[in-house]
């Protein structure tokens, strides 16, 4: 067959794809010609048809094989906009084609030389010449096109489903793109009552009926990220895992007002998010802010807890000093708003690469982003009427005297913020709770030891 012809019978493949696009697949056309005569035609139709093997390059070979009456395509050539799979490469040269000709290069899945090359093999009993990159821009552009239009309907309806409102800032989901160690599915809610329309993200992974539950809380500047070590092991362990981002970090919402972060409002919301996920048998994973705020859920609700993992954290209860590092540590805040967070976590952590120190500045782009950085220092109770200080009370009381469910504690000795003597204050409040496990090259973010951590606390929960 004379190739200067191929760009024609392309432009027949490309109005195929064109109306497998306006059906709403993805837009790949395919043809069969004999001499010189168009005797078949296909496009996309999976979804349609609910048939996984209804590429356009299969519906064009049986629509070719019905017309001739033979399974058997001597003498046919099909034209196909994206260079076919292995599935189809492997029809093609079933049906005996003299000739394949696509359009754009498929470089994830493609069988005629992007990935593999089923064409290329000579003892395969017949050889079918294949051509490529005819009218490849054209038919690229076609396939790129159709796949923005899908991503941008996809955040509409997302944003249908979770409208951001006037007065937060929703961190763009390209910051998020192919983070290191973090390959979970986004959750999102922002129905609780609490949240007012604020779009509350989440991990949840693992089996919804599993005996157990790890709900790990992030504290602050760190996001859901911070647990990325940890998640594999209590996984593998056939467990769930739960791991909120706060409002104002991470994939959440972000108020733009320092006022809107408020303790009880942030333990309400955790509150809500327990019951409507109806998480019970739970392990409470907590460290830093995570720990202000989560030790003061279980006596809400104590029939959904079982144990506790924490680390380098406080009950901030307004009748004793907070802990000098403490006091540095928001000093520096005032000092420096607009501190690095990869940086800070790369200084007690020096074995994290550049991308993972970028993944925590990923929910940060600037500063208008940053309001729960600004407030979550000041918000730590330090007098005994300040908000949530009350309730920090309440919960030690309910640690000392109510908790019936097991407790590991682990320290990172390199923690100039919250070391050993604050977690040997707070062990002597939790009843039962053993002596410390120290980790001694660990800094304040401990999760980031987090794979040895992990599967200590399945060994030892799992008793």
């Known amino acids: 067959m004379n190739t200067n012809h191929d760009a024609h019978w392309m432009r027949l493949a490309l109005a195929e794809a064109q109306a497998a696009a306006s059906a709403g697949e993805v837009p790949v056309g395919a043809i069969v010609v004999q001499n ?78 992007s990935v593999l090359n089923l064409f290329g093999h000579a003892a395969i009993n017949h050889q079918t010449e294949v051509v490529g990159g005819v009218l490849a821009e054209e038919c690229g552009q076609l396939l790129s096109g159709f796949f923005a239009q899908r991503r941008r309907q996809q955040r509409a309806e997302a944003l249908a489903r979770h409208p951001l409102r006037d007065d937060a800032l929703r961190t763009p989901d390209a910051a998020f793109a192919n983070l290191p160690g973090y390959p979970w599915a986004p959750q999102y809610v922002s129905d609780l009552p609490s949240l007012a329309g604020l779009r509350m993200h989440y991990l949840d992974e693992g089996p919804r009926d599993a005996p157990r539950t790890w709900l790990c809380l992030h504290g602050n500047p760190a996001w859901s990220y911070l647990y990325r070590r940890m998640l594999p092991t209590f996984l593998a362990a056939g467990d769930r895992v739960v791991v909120p981002d706060l409002i104002g970090f991470g994939r959440s919402d972000k108020p733009k007002k320092e006022g809107a972060h408020q303790f009880e409002w942030h333990r309400q919301v955790l509150l809500e998010l327990i019951e409507r996920l109806d998480l019970r048998n739970l392990v409470l994973v907590v460290q830093d802010w995570g720990g202000i705020l989560g030790l003061t859920l279980p006596m809400a609700m104590p029939e959904r807890f079982g144990g506790l993992l924490v680390m380098n954290t406080l009950l901030a209860t307004g009748d004793a000093p907070l802990p000098p590092g403490f006091v540095d540590w928001r000093a520096m805040c005032r000092d420096k708003p607009l501190y690095g967070v990869g940086r800070l976590l790369a200084r007690g952590n020096p074995h994290l690469s550049p991308a993972e120190c970028a993944a925590y500045d990923a929910p940060f782009p600037d500063k208008g982003y940053r309001a729960a950085l600004r407030a979550f220092p000041e918000r730590v109770p330090a007098a005994l009427d300040d908000s949530g200080a009350a309730l920090s009370r309440a919960a030690r009381d309910f640690w000392q005297h109510q908790w019936r469910g097991r407790s590991l504690m682990l320290v990172g000795a390199q923690d100039p913020v919250l070391g050993l003597p604050t977690m040997r204050s707070l062990q002597h409040h939790i009843r039962g709770c053993p002596e410390p496990v120290v980790l001694p090259h660990a800094g304040h973010f401990v999760q980031e030891h987090g794979e040895a951590i992990a599967a200590r606390a399945v060994e030892y929960f799992g008793h």
């Open 36 to 113: 010189g005569q168009v005797i078949a035609t296909g496009r996309n139709a999976p979804v349609e048809g609910h048939d996984p093997t209804a590429h356009a390059e299969i519906v064009a070979l049986r629509a070719a094989a019905q017309r001739l009456g033979n399974y058997r395509l001597d003498g046919c050539s099909l034209y196909v906009t994206l260079e076919p799979c292995a599935m189809c490469s492997g029809a093609m040269l079933h049906a005996r084609l003299a000739r394949v000709v696509y359009g754009a290069l498929e470089p994830k899945t493609g069988a005629a030389g």
